[in-house]
């Protein structure tokens, strides 16, 4: 693959060839896309959604959608402006190359690429984490025959019922009530695998700018358990940004819990209306974690 720069007078551009006949211009600079966004079911009924293949005679979600126009902004050029602590989210970049290179196979992931995110949380979250605990990962890929897809609905992973279950859960039972008496955090670290990323990218949204009345608990229903996630309402006064042509270096923390801050990060794919025709989809993994400390 070769690249080259060009500069314009708003904006940086790389150009790359990902097939002989088709050159891609990364999409750099704010951007205006539609975003889904939560509707409550018509019933009146609790939000739910069948993670696998529902029961018969049951929709995979029962609420609706709200499809509305945002702008997104870039924050290429301004990584180190973000933090979880005040934003709900933060970047980092430079990151050496992974042990893991395939992302094929669960428990050599398990092997290979946990130990560095635990360290890279441990070294790179603000305050005193001392424990880091994975609990388990995604990998979304955008083809037809693939297992998991880009979410292309607002949401957040956990809800605080559903971050505090998880201590329950994958602590012990003499551990768990000890741990939430201290601060946790429930952090989920994005990175593309076939960066940089051109299509589906992921927009998040600041913390700050989305009020707690707009989040809504979804149950989550897994075929042995019931968990929680969190539709995000439209809100006029949202503020979203995405991370042009993110590349396999570079990591995203979206933080979904915190006990003691209590910033959340909303999160969806979109759709750039700058995508081109026959760029190659987005391949990503994401790691949840537990933060103690």
Same mark, same amino acid.
């Given at each position: 693959?070769?690249?080259?720069?060009?500069?314009?007078?708003?904006?940086?551009?790389?150009?790359?060839?990902?097939?002989?006949?088709?050159?891609?211009?990364?999409?750099?600079?704010?951007?205006?896309?539609?975003?889904?966004?939560?509707?409550?079911?018509? !019933?009146?009924?609790?939000?739910?959604?069948?993670?696998?293949?529902?029961?018969?005679?049951?929709?995979?979600?029962?609420?609706?959608?709200?499809?509305?126009?945002?702008?997104?902004?870039?924050?290429?050029?301004?990584?180190?402006? =973000?933090?979880?602590?005040?934003?709900? =989210?933060?970047? @980092?970049?430079?990151?050496?190359?992974?042990?893991?290179?395939? /992302?094929?196979? !669960?428990?050599?992931?398990?092997?290979?690429?946990?130990?560095?995110?635990?360290?890279? @949380?441990?070294?790179? &979250?603000?305050?005193?984490? !001392?424990?880091?605990?994975?609990?388990?990962?995604?990998?979304?890929?955008?083809?037809?025959?693939?297992?998991?897809?880009?979410?292309?609905?607002?949401?957040?992973?956990?809800?605080?019922?559903?971050?505090?279950?998880? +201590?329950?859960?994958?602590?012990?039972?003499?551990?768990?009530?000890?741990?939430?008496?201290?601060?946790?955090? &429930?952090?989920? +670290?994005?990175?593309?695998?076939?960066?940089?990323?051109?299509?589906?990218?992921?927009?998040?949204?600041?913390?700050?700018? +989305?009020?707690?009345?707009?989040?809504?608990?979804?149950?989550?229903?897994?075929? !042995?358990?019931?968990?929680?996630?969190?539709?995000?309402? /439209? /809100?006029?006064?949202?503020?979203?940004?995405?991370?042009?042509?993110?590349?396999?270096?570079?990591?995203?923390?979206?933080?979904?819990?915190?006990?003691?801050?209590?910033?959340?990060?909303?999160?969806?794919? =979109?759709?750039?209306?700058?995508?081109?025709?026959?760029?190659?989809?987005?391949?990503?993994?994401? +790691?949840?974690?537990?933060?103690?400390?």
């Amino acid at each position: 693959m070769t690249t080259t720069t060009t500069t314009t007078t708003t904006q940086t551009q790389t150009k790359f060839a990902t097939t002989p006949d088709i050159d891609i211009v990364i999409p750099r600079g704010p951007t205006t896309a539609t975003l889904t966004f939560y509707s409550p079911p018509p !019933d009146g009924s609790a939000p739910y959604n069948y993670v696998e293949t529902p029961p018969p005679n049951h929709p995979q979600r029962n609420y609706a959608e709200a499809p509305h126009p945002v702008t997104i902004s870039d924050i290429r050029g301004r990584e180190t402006d =973000f933090s979880t602590d005040t934003n709900g =989210f933060a970047v @980092l970049q430079n990151l050496p190359p992974s042990a893991e290179r395939d /992302f094929t196979d !669960d428990e050599r992931i398990k092997q290979t690429y946990y130990p560095e995110v635990q360290k890279l @949380l441990l070294e790179n &979250l603000p305050g005193q984490a !001392d424990r880091v605990v994975i609990f388990d990962h995604t990998i979304r890929r955008s083809h037809p025959g693939a297992r998991r897809a880009p979410v292309t609905r607002a949401h957040i992973d956990q809800t605080t019922r559903s971050a505090e279950a998880r +201590v329950h859960q994958h602590m012990s039972a003499a551990e768990a009530p000890e741990l939430l008496k201290g601060r946790v955090r &429930l952090v989920n +670290v994005w990175r593309p695998l076939n960066g940089p990323v051109v299509a589906s990218p992921l927009a998040f949204a600041d913390s700050r700018s +989305v009020p707690d009345s707009e989040i809504v608990g979804v149950e989550h229903r897994y075929p !042995d358990r019931t968990g929680e996630t969190a539709g995000v309402k /439209f /809100f006029e006064g949202a503020e979203w940004y995405y991370w042009s042509g993110i590349g396999n270096g570079e990591r995203i923390l979206l933080q979904c819990y915190d006990s003691e801050k209590g910033a959340r990060t909303p999160h969806t794919a =979109f759709v750039d209306p700058r995508t081109g025709e026959g760029w190659r989809g987005r391949e990503s993994i994401e +790691v949840r974690a537990l933060v103690f400390g």
